[in-house]
């Protein structure tokens, strides 16, 4: 069982930055994506941004030019540095590690709060 754990959520100002950081018990090289996934009061959960096992990178619609996501392969960590954050940027932020299309684990989340 891989555990998939997330930390650095908290309360923000509109227009602050947050790091989020993402950890798995499991060899990073094995995992071939890593990615960030949140989900707001009432809705769908939604993409926010995805790393590959080669770097490559992919954003949601809503984040990108303010989020980077980047992956420290040597602390089997992935982090997701968030700037100019909007009241609509608040939600559970979960970070997914997926070994395979039918094989992935997620971690509990962590809550963004973006309030003035």
């Known amino acids: 069982q891989v555990q998939v754990v997330e930390s650095g959520g908290g309360l923000v100002q509109p227009g602050g930055s947050l790091r989020l950081s993402c950890t798995a018990s499991a060899n990073i090289f094995r995992i071939s994506t890593m990615g960030w996934y949140r989900q707001a009061l009432g809705k769908q959960r939604e993409l926010v941004a995805t790393i590959t096992s080669g770097g490559g990178t992919n954003y949601g619609m809503s984040v990108r030019g303010r989020f980077t996501i980047s992956r420290d392969n040597t602390k089997n960590t992935t982090y997701l540095q968030m700037n100019s954050l909007k009241l609509e940027d608040t939600a559970v932020y979960y970070c997914?590690?997926?070994?395979?299309?039918?094989?992935?684990?997620w971690g509990q989340g962590t809550q963004v709060t973006v309030s003035s």
């Open positions: 997914n590690a997926r070994f395979s299309p039918s094989n992935s684990y």
